[in-house]
């Protein structure tokens, strides 16, 4: 009985019948025992990676600068922790910043794993535990999966294993908070990444289940383009919008909708993660995607705000809390289809779909509960129809009509309680003033950068509506909001990866940068697209994921195309890639591991500390989220942190108040061990830190460049990434960076264009040796040049000397 | 430097289009004539940085004018010698395409070059510009050319004259490629550039073997040796002789033993099986042996489709690389097919039994024509079965060797093992469940299952006592 395994097979002595194990409980050791080369941290627990966080951290130290000096978790307190004061629990500042950090991350990968907890219950009931993964051409189908917890999930059921191990993990993660037990910072740290790591392995979970399931495209290149943006909606048909990250109710809707004719007459469209899904939902064989984008969450308010939704069905994650109370106003019936939003609404799973439907169309009820997706699928679209013509004749909008806009913009008194409130200040007050005078533009710019919070409202003791007013006064240019986005394409695959190989080792790939994260910021769109853009030109490969996706795809160059339209999608230099809706995320941090097993045939089973000891050193990626930081995005990028690879985070991305900074004076932290004898060897400062925050995106471009920089660099490489540093900081900031030269190992690492006068910088102001005939550095670098060391950051992986 | 020139000179600027209504003036290109040409020579014959223009100048162009374009360099230094022009050469586009507001297409006789409207009016008026520009990468890139020189002819009549030449040189100079083998160079060249992500794999390039990366070829690796001796790419001696056949030499053996760190001491070069070349990860092609009809099959990257054995590139993929002497699979660039050495030791071409359509169409003119229609392709052969059909029915030269070792079988009695010089080891897992049917005796209850489906949450095993 030793060869039992989990799954389904045949015998051979009975006809036709098909025999399925679901799990093996018992003195026989799991799946995993049975497989090959095992590394040495199989579903590791808070304290297996523990080392590998140490080493971490005491190159790049947590830095806190807290927004707040208390802690209120408990009825010890409140304590006033500042001045070095002790909390009645004896916690210090310290280590209760570090605590309210991993509490942010663990509640990210909480949405993250919970998604995909959900996702799954509803697609192995679907499609069976047997039904197989299919991420398309990849040798490993779940790399951070694998890496992490040994397993090699072949099919549906085989994932329920791994969730149970991540909700295992933040279960204990979330123990730990409880009052009066860590005493140290560097724990919490240690604890904060290992919530990060599990983060990823939920969102693979999520995402993978998905993309097998429901038709997603798979390692697609030639994901469609999917439109985007408040003016490409068509209000003249009902509108049904759906708001969430999770989209196994409107898969449901989306069929009822074809199999009923409603496809050409009800227009779909979406908002945040759940859009980006539904343009993938049966994709992989190509197609045009029906359902259209709205945007992001700063458009959710703005939305329904317009009265163009019939109907709203919302699921989960970053959905306003106030939707109902907003749609209300309205006439605007809400289904919520997910435990974690119920808004208090009467549960109405069991009824049948009229009866519900008199209910909500009749208006005595606001909305309604429906976990059935069946009832969802045909409520939701009938809804949406129904309603539309009811509306339509109440002429319902919460946008005031020119002579109530007149009134209101008048009422103003230049107070500025509005202004005072904005999260990005926006001058309101000034744009009043014009638009009392006639003139719109002023509204119209602010109306590009307002997030549609709405917290300018509550604020304004005149009770004007402003949101209203900021979205009237802007209707031309919303008219004119429409983009493309390329749907998401899932995973890199391994033939994209290995054709890529030449390029990342000629240096004619300086690097990856990756876009993540919530666009929730003003001049989000613009931004995004200057820096992808430039980073473009410069040969890097760019990878989109979630908001930062679809916010790339609202902005438009003098040709009126969208950087979508204008790179293509493969993981080549120089081009642009989505790889989906924010659980897409793990196939970022997935395509740095598969470089390890592709490149250096490392061994990813369990084998997460050497992973990421290949990625720290070896592969030039950096992450970028540059809007608000949610807990989400603070959990991803702390996933990303603990496999080595640096995440830069935008000003708004600096409220929590806590960076892991490398010191490059530090000398001593910069060392790592030759793994063919194990000695030790200085490296440049690179990368110099793991989280960090850059004000303007102008500091942000050099720093993108210098975060590629890694200690394994050959020459060419090392070449590329300092000519596109240098430039870069030229361009934006207009000065040589000051510590270009540390990263110079020997003359063929210097640009090309520049070569002599940098040797003559060198020579005089630095004091380095140069044979000018030759154009060779004599004496000066701090390391050697020897494409052929092997950087580690482990001991035990470097052969005995 | 530089500062002296009107416009950047940035990698950034490569992947820049000049566009029909951007561009100001168009050289050389299909509608015109033109070519490019770097040529040795002694350090006395040239004055280093000069430049010479024969005909008309860029300021004297008019907007939207399509005119020859001819490009020399002459170098010269200490290291310089005729078998690196085609090296320096192919770098003009690289370096000419760093320039803002230059685009530079093609090579050789095909170049085609346009110049943006933005270039003329941020200060580009000359060629001179342009060719100082391009001299001073040249050098900083390539410092074995102590000295060079430029001439750019715009001049049709002289641009026609100097083309013919060019053509004679360039066809010496395939000629020459074509018929340089490992037996007539006593160095080959060690790449090591792509250990910055695959930390143990050494590629040997020699004049009969490219890359596996498909990037660097034997005057690359000479180039770059030349540039610098120490670096990633040098020079390896060839050393004595040991397999002919197989490309078994010393020298390559005390490379392969030291970068290796001693893992393994021994590489031949043209050998799928005995001691086979190290593969990273970047190559384009994947051998595979097939032991049911004891051949090898071929697929690149871009086959999506599975091979006749049921798997695909990636997973193929999968077992080889990371610098490591792999038996069964084997990574190589494509131009190694064209190579004349091509996995000689196990009977080149005709050990080949399937390779996809698209790679044979690309390789074509270099298989032997006596074997091509005998290699199926996806569209012959999709399994095992058909494969073997195909093989047998065009009469591929693998099908004489099964039958001479069924020969063999049948004297040496027993003989049960599978045809082939190695049993490649079993390396994807089959889900084999041996569920142990007890009561055959007849005693018990006989329980008969027929379409059945029988579903199991969990089974919990227990320990005998």
């Known amino acids: 009985m030793s060869k039992l395994t989990t799954g389904s097979f045949s015998i051979e002595e009975l006809e036709n019948v098909q025999i399925r194990i679901g799990s093996i409980v018992g003195v026989i050791e799991n799946k995993i025992e049975e497989q090959r080369e095992i590394g040495p941290t199989p579903k590791p627990g808070i304290v297996d990676l523990r080392d590998w966080d140490y080493k971490l951290l005491d190159r790049y130290e947590p830095v806190y600068t807290p927004m707040c000096d208390q802690c209120c978790y408990c009825t010890f307190g409140k304590c006033d922790l500042s001045g070095n004061k002790e909390g009645a629990c004896g916690i210090d500042m310290k280590a209760h910043q570090a605590r309210e950090f991993l509490l942010r991350v663990i509640t990210g990968a909480a949405a993250h794993a919970g998604h995909g907890r959900h996702l799954l219950h509803y697609l192995i009931k679907k499609y069976g535990h047997d039904h197989p993964i299919d991420v398309g051409p990849s040798n490993l189908k779940m790399p951070v999966t694998q890496t992490v917890t040994g397993y090699r999930p072949e099919t549906l059921g085989d994932l329920e294993q791994v969730l149970d191990y991540v909700e295992e993990q933040l279960t204990q993660l979330l123990a730990t908070i409880h009052m009066g037990q860590e005493g140290a910072a560097i724990d919490f740290e240690s604890k904060a990444l290992h919530g990060g790591m599990i983060d990823h392995v939920g969102m693979e979970v999520s995402d993978v289940a998905q993309i097998s399931c429901l038709g997603m495209p798979k390692s697609d290149a030639k994901a469609p383009l999917a439109e985007i943006g408040m003016g490409c909606i068509d209000s003249t048909k009902p509108v049904l919008l759906c708001i969430g990250h999770n989209v196994a109710a409107v898969t449901y809707i989306i069929d009822y909708m074809e199999e009923h004719d409603f496809s050409d007459k009800i227009e779909l469209c979406g908002l945040c993660c759940t859009a980006i899904d539904m343009t993938r939902y049966q994709m992989d064989s190509g197609g045009k995607p029906s359902a259209k984008i709205v945007g992001s969450l700063a458009k959710e308010l703005k939305m329904i705000r317009s009265g163009i939704p019939d109907a709203i069905v919302v699921d989960e994650q970053c959905v306003r809390a106030d939707v109902l109370r907003e749609a209300q106003k309205l006439s605007i019936p809400v289904i919520t289809t997910n435990d974690k939003i119920m808004y208090g609404l009467p549960n109405r799973s069991k009824d049948s779909v009229d009866d519900i439907l008199k209910d909500l169309v009749s208006g005595k009820e606001a909305g309604a509960l429906v976990l059935d997706f069946n009832i969802v699928g045909e409520l939701a679209p009938r809804l949406a129809w129904e309603m539309a013509p009811i509306r339509k004749k109440k002429g319902i909008t919460a946008l005031p009509d020119d002579e109530e806009f007149k009134e209101l913009t008048s009422k103003c008194i230049q107070c500025l309680a509005c202004e005072l409130v904005c999260p990005t200040n926006l001058p309101i007050s000034k744009a009043m003033k014009a638009t009392s005078e006639g003139d719109l533009v002023p509204f119209e710019r602010l109306h590009d950068k307002c997030i549609g919070c709405g917290r300018c409202e509550q604020a304004c003791p005149k009770g004007i509506p402003i949101l209203n007013v900021i979205e009237k006064a802007s209707q031309k240019v919303i008219r004119e909001e429409k983009g493309m986005m390329r749907s998401g394409r899932g995973q890199i695959s391994d033939p994209e990866i290995r054709e890529e190989g030449v390029n990342l080792v000629l240096g004619t790939t300086p690097g990856v940068v990756a876009m993540v994260g919530c666009s929730n910021y003003p001049d989000g769109t613009k931004d995004l697209y200057t820096v992808a853009n430039e980073m473009l030109k410069r040969n890097y490969i760019v990878v989109m994921s979630g908001c930062s996706a679809m916010d790339l795809g609202m ?247 | 430097m530089e500062d002296e020139f009107p416009f950047e000179i940035s990698p950034m600027f490569e992947g820049e289009r000049v566009r029909k209504g951007d561009m100001y003036v168009e050289l050389a290109g299909p509608k015109s004539r033109g070519f490019e040409l770097v040529k040795a020579v002694k350090m006395d014959e040239i004055k280093d940085g000069k430049f010479t223009l024969i005909g008309p100048d860029l300021s004297e162009m008019e907007e939207g004018a399509r005119c020859p374009l001819a490009m020399v360099y002459r170098i010269a230094g200490e290291l310089v010698e005729p078998d690196l022009e085609a090296i320096v050469e192919r770098r003009n586009h690289d370096f000419q395409n760093y320039i803002q507001g230059l685009m530079h297409l093609n090579q050789r006789y095909d170049v085609w070059l346009r110049v943006s409207k933005d270039a003329i009016k941020k200060g580009l008026n000359s060629f001179e510009m342009i060719a100082k520009a391009s001299m001073m990468l040249f050098k900083n890139e390539l410092p074995f ?321």
């Open chain 1, 555 to 801: 902005y438009k160059n003098d040709e009126g195309k969208t950087l979508y339209e204008q790179y293509p999608a493969k993981f080549l230099k120089g081009n642009l890639i989505n790889v989906g809706s924010c659980v897409a995320n793990a196939h970022i941090t997935a395509t740095a591991i598969k470089v390890a097993a592709i490149f250096a045939k490392r061994n990813v089973t369990a084998n997460f500390e050497e992973i990421a000891d290949y990625v720290l050193n070896r592969v030039g990626a950096v992450g970028v989220a540059w809007g608000a930081y949610s807990q989400k995005a603070s959990s991803i990028g702390t996933g990303c942190n603990r496999l080595g690879i640096p995440v830069i985070v935008g000003p708004h991305g600096s409220k929590y108040r806590r960076a892991l900074i490398g010191k490059p004076y530090n000398k001593d932290k910069w060392t790592v061990h030759d793994a063919r004898n194990g000695e030790v060897m200085p490296i440049a400062p690179a990368p110099e830190f793991l989280l960090t925050t850059a004000e303007t995106i102008e500091e942000l471009m050099p720093m993108l460049a210098k975060s590629c920089i890694r200690p394994s660099d050959n020459n060419m490489g090392r070449m590329i990434k300092l000519t596109h540093y240098i430039e870069l900081s030229q361009k934006y900031l207009g000065v040589m960076p000051d510590d270009w030269h540390i990263f110079v190992r020997g003359e063929t690492d210097l640009p090309l264009s520049k070569r002599e006068e940098l040797l003559n910088i060198l020579e005089t102001g630095h004091g380095w040796e140069i044979d000018w005939k030759r154009k060779k550095i004599l004496s000066g670098p701090s390391m050697k040049l020897d494409v052929s060391a092997q950087p580690t950051n482990i001991q035990r992986l470097c052969k005995e000397a």
């Open chain 2, 145 to 465: 050319i102590e000295k060079i020189d430029a001439t750019y002819i715009t001049d049709l009549d002289e641009v026609e004259k100097e083309l013919s030449k060019a053509m004679e040189i360039y066809n010496a100079r395939d000629e020459r490629t074509r018929h340089l083998h490992e037996e007539d160079v006593d160095v080959f060249y060690g790449c090591s550039l792509c250990q910055s992500f695959a930390p143990t794999n050494i590629c040997v390039v020699t004049p009969d073997r490219i890359s596996l990366c498909g990037a660097i070829n034997w005057f690359d690796g000479r180039a770059a040796a030349k540039v610098d001796p120490e670096g990633p790419q040098f020079a390896i001696n060839k050393g004595k002789v040991i397999d002919e056949i197989g490309g078994e030499y010393s020298g390559v053996n005390e490379i392969a033993n030291s970068l290796s760190s001693g893992e393994y001491d021994r590489i031949k070069l043209h050998s799928f099986f005995e001691y086979p070349h190290t593969s990273c990860g970047c190559f384009e092609v994947v051998g595979f042996y097939i032991p049911e009809v004891d051949g090898i099959g071929w697929v690149d990257r871009d086959f999506t489709g599975t091979a006749p054995n049921g798997l695909t590139f990636s997973t193929m993929a999968g077992q080889t690389g990371g610098g490591k002497q792999i038996v069964g699979f084997l990574g190589i660039g494509i131009n190694y097919f064209r190579s004349p050495k091509f996995i000689q030791a196990d009977g080149g071409w005709n050990r080949v039994v399937w390779i996809p359509k698209k790679l044979k169409y690309m390789v074509s003119g270099d298989i032997p024509g006596n074997i091509i229609d005998k290699i199926p392709t996806e569209e012959d052969a999709s399994d095992l079965e058909s494969l073997k059909k195909f093989l047998m029915e065009k009469e591929h030269p693998i099908v004489h060797k099964w039958a001479e070792e069924e020969e063999a079988e049948a004297k040496e009695e027993p003989a049960s093992q599978v045809p082939g010089p190695m049993s490649v080891q079993s390396l994807f897992q089959i889900p084999a469940v041996q569920m142990p049917m007890s009561a055959a005796d007849g005693s018990g209850v006989k329980l008969i299952f027929r379409n059945a489906k029988i579903s199991i949450d969990r089974v919990i095993v227990k320990k005998k006592d």
